[in-house]
């Protein structure tokens, strides 16, 4: 009989983001390998649907509302309680399915993969400080991204027994050397050199000071990404005279990604708070051999881009460290092209999605007792 997952958190596939792509990733690499996964999250609409994608069956339950970027929902609670599994793989922070794991599964084998610390919301942790520490402790085994995280976050100190470091990976070969036509025709529309940004548009990524460092560097920088920040990011671009020079995209579709990656000369991930605690978009723009310009968050953003490697590690917070960084890429392309092959080379050997999904796989064993097995073979 296949092993049964339940993956629960707040969205997923076709909604973009860092955590929704991990989680689609990794639900359909297990379904490929012969497990039975089921994904709960909440639907973007007041209706629960039931549907699969990728050989994941896929439960949207019904949404009410939002509250603290929270979807809320009284039918995933139900669904929490419904469907069946053998192992339970919640992806945290997302409140409501902390609480209807401690509530309606207390005995199901359970795995936690922390993707963040929250740090904005100081008033919500006052209450959700309390569950967040209850449901770390009724976890087998805890995720973490980095070694960089789980020795920083004060949350998983005190689980440090039971913390797994597993790196997040990605299919490295869809970013690697896309359709020649796609990336000139990017470059024909948008006036080389590119600076890229991919990201949803949310106060932690840091956008505002990469806007501002823009003015001290000469390309254009395109933006790809929606999110509550936007109208208030345009607005500062346009501001600060950079209405020619920054180019808002929205949602890029992923068959393009790939494209934009290869397009740009260097890509910059600028994150301002401990929110972002790894930043997936730093290995795509390494798979497809671009150097890459961060900040330094004592999160996993500085263990996935090695400053002065696979590209530059800078304060958070510094438009003019930012805009430095940058400058300094632009001007040498023999670094840039350096940097962009070791960061190629770090992610076939680091980050692999194979990689990933299969140490997944046997931690799901380790917490029932028991080797996990699929199609008879040990993963």
Request: with cysteine.
């Given at each position: 009989m ?11 596939a ?5 955590i ?11 379904a490929a ?8 999250v ?11 994608r ?7 339950a ?19 309680a419904r469907?069946e ?8 922070p997302?409140?409501p399915?902390?609480?209807g794991a401690?509530v ?19 008033w919500?942790?006052?209450v959700?400080?309390?569950?967040l520490r209850?449901i ?14 789980a ?22 070969a869809?970013?690697d ?18 600076v ?12 505002d000071?990469?806007l ?8 254009t ?15 500062l671009?346009?501001?600060?005279g ?7 995209l929205?949602?890029?579709p992923?068959e393009?990604?790939p494209?934009y990656y290869s ?7 600028p994150?301002s ?10 290995l795509e723009a390494?798979?497809a051999?671009r150097p ?17 490697e ?18 300094s890429?632009?001007?040498d392309?023999d ?9 190629g ?5 680091e980050?692999?999605a194979?990689r ?9 064993g ?5 080797s996990?097995r699929?199609?008879?073979?040990r993963?």
């Amino acid at each position: 009989m296949a092993l049964r997952v339940l993956h629960v958190y707040k969205d997923y596939a076709p909604v973009i983001g860092g955590i929704e792509n991990h989680v689609r990733l990794l639900a359909e690499g297990q379904a490929a390998r012969g497990l039975e996964v089921t994904v709960l999250v909440t639907n973007t609409s007041a209706r629960t649907i039931e549907e699969r994608r990728g050989g994941v069956r896929v439960v949207k339950a019904a949404r009410l509302g939002e509250a603290a970027s929270t979807p809320l929902s009284l039918r995933f609670f139900r669904e929490i309680a419904r469907l069946e599994s053998d192992v339970m793989h919640l992806h945290s922070p997302y409140p409501p399915a902390e609480i209807g794991a401690l509530v309606f599964r207390p005995r199901t084998p359970c795995i936690l993969t922390y993707h963040s610390d929250v740090v904005r919301q100081r008033w919500m942790m006052k209450v959700y400080g309390v569950v967040l520490r209850r449901i770390l402790r009724r976890a087998d085994r805890i995720i973490a991204a980095s070694a960089n995280l789980a020795a920083s976050s004060p949350f998983l100190r005190a689980a440090a027994g039971r913390c797994e470091v597993i790196p997040h990976g990605i299919d490295a070969a869809r970013f690697d050397r896309p359709a020649a036509s796609a990336v000139e025709t990017i470059r024909r529309r948008h006036r080389p050199p590119i600076v890229l940004f991919v990201g949803r548009l949310r106060y932690y990524k840091g956008l505002d000071y990469l806007l501002q460092a823009m003015r001290d560097v000469g390309a254009t920088l395109l933006v790809a990404g929606t999110g509550a920040m936007e109208g208030a990011w345009r607005t500062l671009a346009a501001n600060l005279g950079l209405a020619d020079r920054a180019v808002f995209l929205g949602d890029v579709p992923d068959e393009e990604l790939p494209a934009y990656y290869s397009a740009c000369e260097v890509f910059v991930l600028p994150a301002s708070h401990r929110s972002e605690a790894f930043g997936l978009v730093q290995l795509e723009a390494m798979a497809a051999r671009r150097p890459v310009v961060s900040t330094e968050l004592g999160t996993g953003t500085s263990f996935v881009n090695v400053h002065g490697e696979t590209g530059l590690v800078v304060p958070p917070r510094d438009p003019g460290a930012l805009a430095s960084a940058i400058s300094s890429l632009l001007r040498d392309p023999d670094r840039r092209r350096a940097m962009g092959e070791a960061g190629g080379r770090r992610v076939a050997a680091e980050f692999s999605a194979d990689r990933m999904i299969d140490r997944i796989i046997e931690l799901y064993g380790a917490v029932q007792g028991r080797s996990a097995r699929v199609d008879g073979m040990r993963c």
